[in-house]
């Protein structure tokens, strides 16, 4: 037995050989037995039988060969379909060829109808042995698996074939296949692998009831993000674990097995389209090009740099504070491109002398500036933080780009920039007027891009509330009435990059977010996801606005309008004019400010002269009715762009 032969299949092969052998000489037998009209008599006078066994074991070795060179030997025939059965058709032809061949060399006497009638008993007997294994294993599995979860299959497409046949013949399966829904009404009452079409997705809570089922897998990969999110929500009311197959270029590669059928994660609910870009137009011009990514270790930076590496840039320079986070993303990008020229750098945006030796070494042209401070709460108690990182992190990073003549510089900010309540939301404000500011001043290209909550990142709402529902609760939100925009990690990336494309110098791009999400919704859909009833199993608690946290957030300021770009979901948000002499001596005023006790109240002073749309919180029921005239506003402007 050769190194890491499997035992089991070495049995199976051995057991199939034999019956194979047996098969090919009773075809034989029943050629001839056929041949003299089922007259044993008559066969045994004609000679035949003598002739034919004198090259029996020829035949018998050679038509072995001719099964291992057609691949009988190495299908998994649990899972034989007509590709298989072609294959033993295509074996029976080839044995009978050389049963024809091989008596009329050695001159032995074959009658004429032999070679047909040998073909059709060899095929029937080879496709009995193969199918006959296939049910007996199933029927074994089925029997001798425990008990199975009931399990309806959404989708009675090729993907619901695939997972209605992994479920019955994987030894790793848990699942019991009982029904199918699909909205072809011409499939209704069909069947698929032998499990029945019931009905379609808008029945799913009555027949999971009909039909006491446990488990529901959604098994339609191609359809749209929209659609997805309201068969899963509506699957969701039923109670089930929700299972979620794989896209559909993993079916297309044959990658379907029990272990990548996930379950539903809340990013599969949200009913916006994923971002699509242009690759062709990204990798123009980030390949061949030194590509600088500040914040490079965080969720948005690592992001980015995995992009870019794919994308064949001449060098890629991670720049992070966080060694930690630095190292980690480091090996990953050595193993899954081991011929990219990296570098990883350890430093601070706020430190001039720093960026100005990386930007004069390494020669840059194109920055994508993404380190800074994001939680709200944390910087309200630590404004100046926020100021020294965020504001003078970028305007360092910005002044160096001009000094070494980067092509462009694309900053990362967000929509709490818009009409901001809190420190952090005020700094990234100044950071887009400081793109702006740098744009008119300088050759490089300045840009930002403006997007929302983050799916996923580290410190954002998710992961919190996965922990929270791990320990068994509560889960914690601030306001029943707060909403967030969201994406997901790479359609951010996505963004970003497809903005660098477009990019002229000095616009603010925005996503088009689709609708916001109320933050208690996406709490208790978690909740029910993870299988426990929000306020039975798990408790949900409202602990009041954090500081500096309003009821909604926004993607434009007013008096912003927006232009479209070639991609429907990205827009270009009108410059607002400020005084660029007045706004630098402002920035001169921060840094001339020491930070010392008592003078937080000056430092908020300063920004709100500053940032004019600065203000406190409201927490009253007037935010939320403001929130709803702001989301029509958008929706009506994005239509009408």
Same mark, same amino acid.
């Given at each position: 037995?050769? /190194? ?11 057991? &199939? ?16 037995? *056929?041949? %003299?009209? %089922?007259?044993?008599?008559? &066969?045994?006078?004609?000679?035949? =039988?003598?002739?034919?066994?004198? +090259?029996?074991? +020829? ?14 030997? *190495? ?32 001159? =032995? ?5 032999? /070679?047909?009638?040998? =073909? ?25 698996? $425990? ?20 479920f019955l013949y994987s030894e790793r399966s848990e699942n019991k296949p009982v029904c199918v829904l699909d909205d072809d009404p011409a499939k ?29 897998? +959604? ?26 197959? @794989? ?53 948005? $930076? ?52 720093? &960026?100005?030796?990386? %930007? ?16 709200? /709460?944390?910087?309200?108690? *630590? ?27 694309? =900053?990362?900010?967000? #929509?709490?920039?818009?009409? /901001? ?20 001043? *300088? ?15 580290? $410190? ?11 320990? $068994? ?38 996503? #088009? ?20 009833e929000p306020d039975v199993d798990i408790p949900v608690v409202y602990t009041g606005l954090r500081p500096g946290e309003k009821l909604y957030e ?8 927006? #232009? ?16 660029? #002499? ?20 000056? &430092? ?12 406190? @919180? ?24």
């Open positions: 037995m050769k /190194p890491g032969a499997n035992p089991k299949r070495i049995l199976r092969v051995s057991m &199939l050989v034999l019956a194979d052998i047996l098969a090919i000489n009773l075809a034989v037998f029943l050629a001839l037995y *056929s041949r %003299f009209e %089922f007259s044993f008599s008559q &066969l045994l006078q004609s000679g035949y =039988l003598k002739e034919f066994s004198h +090259f029996a074991i +020829f035949g018998t070795l050679l038509t072995l060969l001719v099964f291992y060179l057609m691949r009988l030997y *190495s299908s998994m025939w649990e899972y034989a379909s007509t590709a298989e059965l072609i294959r033993i058709g295509g074996a029976s032809v080839l044995s009978s060829l050389v049963y024809w061949s091989g008596m009329n060399m050695l001159q =032995l006497h074959i009658p004429r109808s032999f /070679p047909l009638l040998y =073909l059709l008993f060899l095929g029937l007997l080879l496709s009995v042995i193969r199918m006959g294994y296939r049910y007996v294993r199933m029927h074994l599995h089925q029997s001798t698996g $425990g008990r199975k979860k009931r399990t309806m299959v959404i989708g009675a497409g090729a993907a619901g074939a695939m997972v209605i046949r992994e209704l009452g069909t069947y698929l692998r032998g499990v029945r079409v019931v009905g379609n997705t808008s029945q799913i809570v009555e027949m999971a009831e009909k039909h006491r089922i446990e488990e529901i897998v +959604f098994a339609i990969p191609s359809a749209e993000r929209a659609e997805r999110a309201r068969i899963l929500d509506t699957a969701r009311a039923t109670g089930c674990s929700l299972l979620l197959l @794989p896209g559909i270029y993993q079916l297309a590669n044959g990658e379907v097995s029990i272990q990548s059928i996930r379950k539903v994660d809340i990013e599969d609910l949200l009913g916006r389209e994923t971002v699509r870009i242009d690759v062709d137009e990204v990798a123009k011009y980030i390949e061949n090009q030194t590509v600088l990514v500040t914040g490079g270790g965080g969720s948005i $930076g690592s992001e980015l740099c995995r992009m870019a590496a794919a994308q064949n840039p001449k060098c890629l320079i991670v720049f992070d504070i966080y060694e930690n986070n630095a190292y980690d993303l480091q090996m990953e990008l050595r193993r899954k491109y081991p011929d990219l020229n990296l570098v990883v750098l350890i430093g601070s945006v706020r430190d001039r002398e720093r &960026l100005d030796s990386v %930007f004069q070494q390494y020669r840059p042209d194109l920055v994508f500036h993404a380190a800074a401070h994001k939680h709200v /709460p944390l910087m309200e108690v *630590s404004p100046f933080e926020a100021i020294k990182n965020n504001v003078f992190g970028t305007y360092n990073t910005a002044l160096a780009a001009d000094k070494y003549g980067v092509r462009r510089f694309i =900053l990362i900010s967000t #929509d709490k920039a818009v009409n /901001p309540t809190n420190v952090m939301g005020a700094s990234k404000r100044m950071c887009e007027m400081i793109v702006q500011m740098m744009n008119e001043k *300088s050759k490089t290209e300045y840009v930002a891009v403006r997007f929302g909550n983050v799916l996923g990142s580290a $410190g954002s709402v998710i992961p919190l509330f996965r922990r929270q529902i791990a320990e $068994g609760g509560p889960v914690t939100v601030t306001d029943k009435r707060i909403i967030r925009y969201f994406m997901t990690i790479p359609e951010a990336v996505q963004l970003i990059f497809q903005a660098g494309a477009y990019a002229k110098g000095g616009e603010i791009f925005v996503l #088009d977010m689709g609708e916001p999400v109320r933050i208690d919704d996406l709490a208790r859909n978690m909740i029910r996801l993870s299988g426990f926004e993607l434009l300021l007013s008096g912003e309008g927006m #232009d479209k770009t070639k991609n429907d979901l990205i827009y270009i948000g009108h410059e607002i004019p400020f005084d660029f #002499d007045v706004f630098e001596e402002q920035l001169n005023q921060f840094r001339s400010l020491k930070e010392a006790h008592g003078t937080n109240e000056v &430092l908020r002073r300063i920004i709100r002269e500053v940032v004019p749309t600065y203000h406190e @919180p409201q927490d009253d029921i007037t935010a939320k009715e403001a929130a709803n005239a702001k989301e029509a506003a958008l929706v009506q402007e994005m239509a009408s762009v």
